[in-house]
C-alpha cells in the first residue's frame, strides 16, 4: 500500500520507492560482486587442478617414454645376438620410424578434420535477430 505526498510516493512500511529502489540497486550490486568473486574462486580452484592434472600427465609422459626406451634397448639387445647389435639397432630404429609416421599422419588427418566453432558462430549470429524480437529460425 502506498500512500502519495507533496515529496513523492511512500510505502506502508514509511521508506519511499526511491528509497527502495537505492536499497534493490545496492543489493543486485553486492549480489553481483559476490557472484564474481565466487566465480573467480572456482576458477582459481578448477585451474590448479587441472595443473596438478596436466603434471601428472607428464610424468606419466616421461615413465611411459622411459619403458618405450627399454623395451627398444631389450629388442635390440635380443635381435642383436642373432643378426648383429649394428643390424638390430637399424631395425629397431625403423619400427620406430614406422610407428612414429602413422602417428604423424594420422595426427594430421584429425587436425585438418577440425572446422572450428561453427555451431557456436551460426548461434552467436542469430543473438542480434533475437534481441529485436524477429521470429526467423533456421
Do not use: C
Request: glycine letters at 14%.
Amino acid at each position: 500500500m502506498t500512500t502519495s505526498y507533496e515529496g513523492g510516493s511512500v510505502t506502508s512500511s514509511g521508506a519511499s520507492v526511491g528509497e527502495l529502489l537505492a536499497e534493490v540497486s545496492s543489493d543486485l550490486s553486492t549480489l553481483m560482486r559476490q557472484e564474481v568473486e565466487l566465480a573467480k574462486a572456482e576458477v582459481r580452484q578448477s585451474a590448479t587442478r587441472a595443473g596438478k592434472g596436466a603434471g601428472m600427465f607428464a610424468g606419466a609422459g616421461v615413465a611411459i617414454h622411459m619403458v618405450l626406451v627399454f623395451v627398444s634397448v631389450a629388442v635390440w639387445w635380443g635381435v642383436g645376438d642373432s643378426v648383429g647389435h649394428g643390424w638390430s639397432a637399424l631395425i629397431v630404429a625403423a619400427i620406430w620410424l614406422v610407428i612414429g609416421g602413422v602417428l604423424a599422419i594420422t595426427g594430421r588427418s584429425e587436425l585438418k578434420s577440425i572446422s572450428g566453432l561453427s555451431r557456436t558462430t551460426d548461434t552467436v549470429k542469430k543473438i542480434p535477430e533475437a534481441v529485436k524480437g524477429n521470429e526467423e529460425h533456421s
